[in-house]
Structure formats: structure tokens, C-alpha cells
């Protein structure tokens, strides 16, 4: 790699992270009531933005695995809490600026 592509690799890097760091969780009412039950992860994924915070579990059954996920996108108008299971929605909580409990905030 010459150091000039280097460079430009660098810059654009920076860059994107730049742009995604600022434009942060896109936390509003109307987003949310964009998330509906069955919605893929990934889907949420790009009416949000990256989460905030996500947890990850795993178990088996006879034989069949299933997946959870927990996650959280936060910011000055809320919380949106969003729980997938198999990779879609399952249900979800919105917590208006300090509404959030105390339960919900641990991790």
C-alpha cells in the first residue's frame, strides 16, 4: 500500500466514524412507531442507527438453538428499549428523558 492510498484510507476512515458518531441514535416517538413485531434487527438497525448499548444471549432446545438480543438507543428525547428474538422484534419500551427505571439502566 503506497502511503499516499494509506492516507486517503486513513482520511476516509476517520471520516465515516465522524459521520456516524454525530449523527448518533435517532431516538423520536415517530421512529418508534416505526419498530413493529417481526421487524429484522437489521432493519431496526436503520430506522435507529447504531444502538447504544446491546446484550446478546444464546440457548438450546431439543436440539434448536434460539437467540435474544437486548437493545438500547439513547439520546436527548429518550430511550427506545427493543427486545429481538431469532433476530426479530419481539416488543418494545420507549422512556421519555429521566423516565428510564432504575432496572432498566444497569447495564
Given at each position: 500500500m503506497t502511503p499516499r492510498?494509506?492516507?486517503?484510507?486513513?482520511?476516509?476512515?476517520?471520516?465515516?466514524?465522524?459521520?456516524?458518531?454525530a449523527c448518533g441514535p435517532k431516538v423520536s416517538a415517530e421512529?418508534?412507531?416505526?419498530i413493529v413485531k417481526g421487524l429484522k434487527e437489521e432493519e431496526v438497525a436503520r430506522i435507529l442507527g447504531i444502538?447504544?448499548?446491546?446484550?446478546?444471549?444464546a440457548s438450546k432446545v431439543e436440539g434448536?438453538?434460539?437467540?435474544?438480543?437486548?437493545?438500547?438507543w439513547r439520546n436527548d428525547k429518550g430511550t427506545i428499549v427493543v427486545?429481538?428474538?431469532?433476530?426479530?422484534?419481539?416488543s418494545k419500551h420507549y422512556f421519555a428523558p429521566g423516565t428510564e427505571p432504575a432496572a432498566a439502566r444497569r447495564y
Open positions: 492510498f494509506a492516507s486517503r484510507a486513513f482520511w476516509t476512515t476517520l471520516f465515516l466514524a465522524f459521520v456516524l458518531c421512529n418508534y412507531d416505526k444502538a447504544s448499548e446491546s446484550r446478546n444471549a434448536a438453538t434460539f437467540t435474544s438480543t437486548q437493545s438500547k427486545y429481538f428474538q431469532n433476530g426479530e422484534v419481539d
